[in-house]
Nanobody
């Protein structure tokens, strides 16, 4: 079992930056692939980025590639999402998730544990 708690969301102007954190408790954080997803009002939850257990492999949605960076610190049981050059269309609730996988996946159905989400609002 893994418990996930996101933080770092807030209100930022377009072009600004935010860094989201996801603190994990429970056992064997380093054995999980991790991902970030987001959901805007009226929209389905969509994939943002994922990272393998070691941090050596990452994958991004086309909409954020080059602007967002996913990383993890297994010693601190923490997942990060650095978001730069934010756009109003990035406004959403952002969720971190953990998957019992040895590979990374953009499919939310592959993820076993979810945090409660943190709101990111980008004003124009």
């Amino acid at each position: 079992q893994v418990q996930l708690v996101e933080s770092g969301g807030g209100l930022v102007q377009a072009g600004g930056s935010l860094r989201l954190s996801c603190a994990a408790s429970g056992r064997a954080f380093s054995s999980y692939a991790m991902g970030w997803f987001r959901q805007a009002p009226g929209n389905e939850r969509e994939f943002v980025a994922s990272i393998d257990w070691s941090g050596g492999s990452t994958y991004y949605a086309d909409s954020v590639r080059g602007r967002f960076t996913i990383s993890r610190n297994n010693a601190d049981n923490t997942l990060y999402l650095q978001m730069n050059s934010l756009k109003p269309e990035d406004t959403a609730v952002y969720y971190c998730a953990a998957a019992r996988l040895t590979f990374i996946s953009p499919a939310h159905s592959k993820y076993d544990y979810w945090g409660q989400g943190t709101q990111v609002t980008v004003s124009s």
